[in-house]
């Protein structure tokens, strides 16, 4: 399930990036705009800020503002940056895999097969999206 954290880091950014030419955006328009608690997006806006996708300005006329092409970011970095691995189990997490302490073979395991596929699937449609589509959808 979508996390609120990502879900809300992506109504926040595809409101930046429909609004991109308008400057940084205070957090306070975005947080009013998409109705998100203001606190909340602070902390989600830092996240993205910190991993590359948002740089911000201080002071009057400041706000949040894409650091990358919107044509660059794609889903699939939005959600591993703000909720981590996409995959429903680790021991098929592409960036982070862990080995499944109850599984003694992942080879001949039924679950870590199916959960590849689904991974997989999932990878396919998230690698696709970017940002700058995704905000053109929701502008329609």
């Known amino acids: 399930m979508l996390s609120k954290k990502t879900k809300y880091g992506i109504k926040a950014l595809t409101y930046i990036c429909g609004h991109k030419s308008d400057g940084p955006i205070p957090i306070a328009t975005i947080a009013e705009a998409e109705n998100i608690s203001h606190k909340f997006l602070e902390t989600i806006l830092l996240t993205l800020r910190k991993g590359g996708i948002l740089a911000s300005k201080k002071g009057k006329g400041g706000g949040y503002y894409l650091l990358k092409d919107p044509n660059e970011v794609f889903m ?3 959600i591993r940056l703000l909720s981590g691995p996409i995959a429903m ?5 592409l960036n982070f895999y862990e080995k499944c302490d109850d599984c003694p073979d992942e080879n001949t395991c039924g679950i870590n097969r199916l959960m590849l596929e689904v991974r997989d699937s999932t990878l396919k449609v998230l690698k696709a999206k970017s940002l700058a589509q ?3 959808e929701s502008s329609k």
């Open 134 to 136: 995704l905000t053109l």
């Open 89 to 93: 189990v680790p021991c098929v997490s």
């Open 76 to 78: 699939s970095d939005i």
